[in-house]
């Protein structure tokens, strides 16, 4: 997802889409413990997108 596309969105949205980030980034975490994980990849990603969401969170809190 990229920084724009976040900027675009309301807060709530984005708090909707952090809870989803970090929920799929749990159970990947999960499965990678269980060995059925095939794309590591993915869960890399997913820790970036929270971050890039968390950021412009920040920025729209702190304007």
């Known amino acids: 997802m ?5 900027k675009i969105k309301s807060e709530t949205e984005l708090k909707k ?3 989803n ?3 799929r980034l749990r159970v990947l975490r999960f499965d990678l413990a ?3 994980v095939k794309n590591v990849k993915e869960m890399r990603h ?3 997108d ?3 969401i968390l950021t412009v969170l ?3 809190n702190h304007e």
């Open 58 to 60: 920040n920025q729209k």
């Open 34 to 36: 269980a060995g059925k």
């Open 2 to 6: 990229k920084v724009k596309e976040l």
């Open 21 to 23: 980030d970090r929920e």
């Open 50 to 52: 929270i971050a890039k």
């Open 46 to 48: 997913k820790r970036k």
């Open 17 to 19: 889409e952090l809870f």
